[in-house]
Nanobody, 131 residues
Framework: QVQLVESGGGSVQAGGSLRLSCVVSGYTYSSTCVGVGWFRQAPGKEREGVASISAGGASTLYADSVKGRFTISRDNAKNTVYLQMNSLKPEDTAMYYC??????????????????????WGQGTQVTVSS
């Protein structure tokens, strides 16, 4: 059974940093073609894609709103995907989710805006940024 568990959320002041982690289990993680993405959902808003990463980690995609501030990476030996968030803004406040799916092409991450392509989701971790 596939399971994704997020951690690392919390409260931080504007300009601060947080690193989120997503542990993925249930796939044969290191040997299968699995892409992972990070999403967020603020109260009253739709869930939006933030970043995504290819199976090996060489290719990444970002939403325009986080380019230059957020970095997605993965450590396949630890079955973990990270989201390093720097220069946080109050508008980054949201529940953050990771999601995973098999990729047709291992080197191409799924577009962050295509949440419909992801098959497995975590429960989320809250990030709150105060001004």
């Amino acid at each position: 059974q596939v399971q994704l568990v997020e951690s690392g959320g919390g409260s931080v002041q504007a300009g601060g940093s947080l690193r989120l982690s997503c542990v993925v289990s249930g796939y044969t993680y290191s040997s299968t073609c699995v892409g992972v993405g990070w999403f967020r959902q603020a109260p009253g808003k739709e869930r939006e894609g933030v970043a995504s990463i290819s199976a090996g980690g060489a290719s990444t995609l970002y939403a325009d709103s986080v380019k230059g501030r957020f970095t997605i990476s993965r450590d396949n030996a630890k079955n973990t995907v990270y989201l390093q968030m720097n220069s946080l803004k109050p508008e980054d406040t949201a529940m953050y989710y990771c999601a995973a799916s098999f990729l047709r092409r291992c080197w191409d991450p799924l577009p962050p805006e295509r949440r419909d392509l992801y098959t497995d989701w975590g429960q989320g971790t809250q990030v709150t940024v105060s001004s």
